[in-house]
């Protein structure tokens, strides 16, 4: 069977089927997530925005089974921006289509396996933050008014609401929401989210309810939209597109993770980033809204069947045939019923077990994950995400700091219990003066200053043989603490010997000039029990030689 076929006729009926249902669920979503992100024609843009990047991102990304569209994180980038660039609405989409380029750049540098090494407490606040911000932006329109263009504009605007509230409104709204909760425990064939869409539209049109609705949507295809060249609107995007392709990456990445534990497969980091940036480049020079991979529609298209790319690029088409021919019927949503829709899913994007644990998990840990949900809320989502990496790496290296980063003992000592160690026939007079140092691990700028107050101090060492073969990583902090260490003990007297250096440890000590260099070649040995016989036979030559001793 040729790659072709696997990528996209290898499950043919699975994969329509979870395509399929994929884009019944996608439709409320891309409507809803379009008009909150205040942007011109936003149904239209919401659309466009999940055919787009759904069809590009299925047809050249790494995730078989992964559905992308218009998410909660990317719809509240741009609804940021948006405000700022009200004189030409061409430039919101130009951020859109720079930052799948930025995505594309990614992908070819390798960075999709940097994921990994995002924090989960980071991951959790931030994510929570989003689902806050989505929830906080709808309640506006769920009480009758309109969106408000900020989340503490939104949350200033709470008690007028409450003043004023369009009862059909929000009795829509709490019916939709009741709805996408109960709908499934007695429909499981169609998506409640759909349900709740067709079941309030229907009805607030039959009773001929008077509530703010969608409006008309744009039928046929979207035309380019590439504004003329302004240096300094560049320079105004530039940053958000540099945040929309970091979300992204990250809301996308971590999707792929959600699929790989679904399906028992394995994404492809880097091509899923060059997918979906080239999905967010077609959407924005066609007026649509950035996407992602999506972490509901990816789960609901699994558990329909879908395996394949076909799956997505299937989900596409509906949502285009959709668009040809559906529009004026879509025009005549509620816009409260869309809220009640984005409440559900802002919910959803809320990390309640990491919230729930915030009592019982790591103080160091609670408050990254508090921070950055403060930050995502009330500040700004890049700055989130830089402090979150910041403080969880300086707590990291608080506690790589802690642990002992060496032992050190009297050969004489520790020669019982430690079977390398050598029997040797040499005096006890001769063995007292030779200490054994065992560096732990890594020896980096975080725990090379404990390194250097704890072994500073052996005055009574006429010998130290440091032992090692646990570090597998110096960096230039570290070599310097230990070149300054053997100069200091070599000034007092001390002989050093080292054992058992790694490849990697050994290339930048010599380097450096510490290996050889301040310690002779002839006292590097690759075994440690080499290292210890050359000690003792050193030691005893000396002390032999020795007219102090000798006296």
């Known amino acids: ?89 061409a430039w919101v989409f130009a951020m859109v289509a720079l ?13 999709g396996r940097y994921i990994h090494y995002v924090p989960y407490p980071v991951v959790s606040g931030f994510m929570s933050g989003i689902g806050a911000i989505v929830i906080i932006l709808q309640l506006a329109q769920l009480f009758g008014h309109k969106p408000a263009s900020g989340t503490v504009a939104a949350l200033r605007h709470i ?57 008309e949507i744009p039928r046929g295809l979207p035309v380019p939209r590439i504004p003329g060249w302004d240096f300094e609107m560049f320079q105004i995007i530039l940053v958000p597109a540099l945040m929309l392709a970091i979300v992204g990456a990250i809301d996308s990445l971590l999707t792929s993770l959600v699929a790989d534990a679904v399906t028992k497969t394995r994404h492809d980091s880097e091509r899923e980033l060059m997918g979906q940036g080239i999905g967010n480049i077609v959407a924005g020079l066609i007026g649509g809204l950035p996407g992602a991979g999506a972490t509901m529609r990816t789960v609901v298209n699994v558990r329909s069947g879908g395996e394949t790319h076909l799956s997505g690029i299937i989900h596409s088409v509906l949502l285009l045939a959709i668009l040809l021919a559906l529009g004026p019927l879509a025009s005549e949503i509620p816009m409260a019923v869309l809220a009640g829709i984005l409440i559900t899913v802002g919910i959803g994007i809320v990390d309640t077990k990491g919230l729930g644990h915030v009592s019982r998990a790591p103080r160091g840990d609670a408050a990254v994950m508090l921070t950055v949900f403060g930050l995502t809320v009330f500040v700004d989502l890049m700055w989130a995400v830089a402090v979150g990496m910041v403080m969880a790496s300086m707590i990291l290296l608080k506690r790589l700091s802690d642990i002992d980063p060496a032992t050190h003992s009297p050969l004489l000592d520790i020669a ?55 570090v597998r990583y110096l960096d230039q902090s570290g070599v310097y603490t230990l070149a300054d260490l053997i100069t200091e003990m070599t000034e007092a007297g001390t002989e050093i010997y080292i054992a058992e250096l790694h490849e990697e440890p050994r290339d930048l000590l010599t380097r450096l000039g510490v290996a050889p260099g301040a310690v002779d070649e002839d006292h590097i040995f690759a075994r440690a029990e080499d290292a210890i016989v050359a000690a003792a036979q050193g030691e005893e030559v000396r002390l032999a030689s020795s007219p102090t001793e000798n006296t």
């Open 1 to 89: 069977m040729s790659s072709f076929t696997q990528r996209f006729c290898g499950n043919l009926r699975g994969d329509i089927f979870g395509g399929v249902t994929a884009g019944v669920v996608a439709l409320p979503l891309a409507l809803g997530f379009g008009v909150a992100s205040g942007v011109e024609n936003g149904a239209a843009a919401g659309l466009y925005g999940a055919i787009a990047v759904g069809f590009f991102a299925a047809l050249f990304g790494g995730t078989p089974s992964q559905i992308s569209g218009p998410t909660g994180p990317m719809t509240v980038v741009v609804a940021g921006i948006v405000g700022a660039l009200t004189g030409d609405i």
């Open 99 to 111: 930052s799948g380029v930025l995505q594309v750049l990614m992908g070819l540098l390798r960075l």
């Open 159 to 215: 008690p007028e609401a409450f003043q004023n509230i369009n009862p059909s409104a929000l009795i829509l709204g709490l019916c939709t929401i009741g709805i996408i909760y109960t709908a499934p425990r007695l429909i499981r064939v169609v998506p409640s989210t759909l349900v709740a869409l067709i079941v309030m539209t229907a009805g607030s049109v039959l009773l001929g309810i008077e509530v703010p609705r969608i409006g």
């Open 416 to 470: 019982a219990h430690r079977p390398w160690i050598p029997d040797l026939e040499t005096p006890e007079e001769v063995l007292s003066g030779i200490y054994v140092v065992e560096i732990h691990g890594s020896l980096f700028f975080g725990n090379a200053g404990p390194l250097q107050r704890k072994l500073g101090g052996m005055k009574d060492a006429r010998v130290v043989v440091l032992h090692m073969g646990d």
